[in-house]
Structure formats: structure tokens, C-alpha cells
């Protein structure tokens, strides 16, 4: 396991307040806000995209118009969803509105964590260390491997029979 996945969320919120404490460290950003104090990021995982608005609120998440829970039943896609927010110390704090299309639930949920990653380094610039020590401004670019002409799939053999 690398050095990275071993670390807990403690570990990062903890890794955040040594950031926060010296503020020369990292290069001052401008927040990207439109004239609705709303910051946009596009997300991408596998074959999916996400476009990714947040402004501060609630903590309401809506998914192609749908509410969170609807959209992403299994509670494991709704918690990638709230990862980046949880180390960040911003939960129920943003409202998200995105689209996300392409792909399968798994990736479009993967798409939406990167798009509200990126979208609030934009509202926030300062926050910009804490997700990238988490690596979810990072696009996971493994896709799905291309199927091979005399293969069942990308790899499998055809089944043998002497007979």
C-alpha cells in the first residue's frame, strides 16, 4: 500500500492545519466566481463527465435534477460524493448542482468528487493543498481496456476443447 493510501482522513485534516499555518508556503490564487458567487469545474472518470456548480448553502446535492439519494442509491457512491467536502471542513456548506453523462454509475459518481474537488479549489484557493495531498484533484485515468481481435474480451482466450 502506498504512502498515500494509508493515510486517514485525521491524517489529511491534520496535514491541512500545518498547511493553513504557513501561508507563505503556497502561492496566493484568485477565486473563479460568476456573478451568482457560484464556481464551475468539469470532473472526468472512465468514460463519464461531470460539470460540477457549487455556492454556498445547505449542503444540497442534485445529480441530473434528481436529489443525491435518488440519483446514487448505493451509499457508497453518495459517500465519494461528500469526501472531498469532509476534508475539507465544509460539509453542508455548498450547494451542488451538476450534470454528469457517459459511463456507469460508478464512474459518473467518481466524476461528480473530481468536478466538486476542482470546483472548490476555484470558490476556495486556499483548500487546493489539502485535496491534492488526498489526490482527488488527480483524474483517475485508468479506462477500460480495448478488446482484442481472437479474444472472448480484452485478454480472455477463447475456451479450448481438444474435442
Known amino acids: 500500500m502506498s504512502e498515500t493510501q494509508s ?3 485525521a491524517d489529511l485534516k491534520d496535514l491541512a492545519v500545518a498547511t493553513s499555518a504557513n501561508p507563505e508556503a503556497t502561492p496566493l490564487r484568485e477565486p473563479k466566481r460568476d456573478a451568482l458567487g457560484r464556481s464551475y469545474a468539469t ?7 461531470a460539470r460540477v456548480w457549487i455556492k454556498p448553502g445547505k449542503g444540497e446535492i442534485q445529480v441530473n435534477g434528481k436529489r443525491v439519494g435518488v ?3 448505493r451509499p457508497v457512491l453518495r459517500m465519494l460524493l461528500t469526501q472531498p467536502f ?12 451538476c450534470t454528469v453523462n457517459g459511463g456507469g454509475l460508478s464512474g459518473q ?12 479549489t476555484h470558490y476556495e484557493p486556499e483548500l487546493r493543498g489539502i ?10 485515468s485508468r479506462v477500460v481496456e480495448r478488446k ?4 472472448a474480451k480484452a485478454r480472455r482466450s477463447f475456451q479450448f476443447s481438444k474435442r
Not at 86 to 97: E, G, H, K, P, S
Not at 109 to 120: E, F, K, M, N, Q
Not at 148 to 151: A, N, P, V
Request: proline share 0%; net charge positive; hydrophobic share 45%.
Open 7 to 9: 493515510r486517514t482522513f
Open 43 to 49: 470532473g472526468r472518470r472512465k468514460n463519464a463527465i
Open 71 to 73: 440519483y446514487f442509491a
Open 86 to 97: 469532509l476534508i475539507a471542513d465544509r460539509y453542508n456548506q455548498f450547494d451542488v448542482f
Open 109 to 120: 459518481a467518481g466524476a461528480v468528487r473530481h468536478g466538486i474537488s476542482r470546483a472548490l
Open 131 to 140: 485535496l491534492k495531498l488526498a489526490g482527488f484533484l488527480t483524474r483517475d
Open 148 to 151: 482484442k481481435y481472437g479474444r
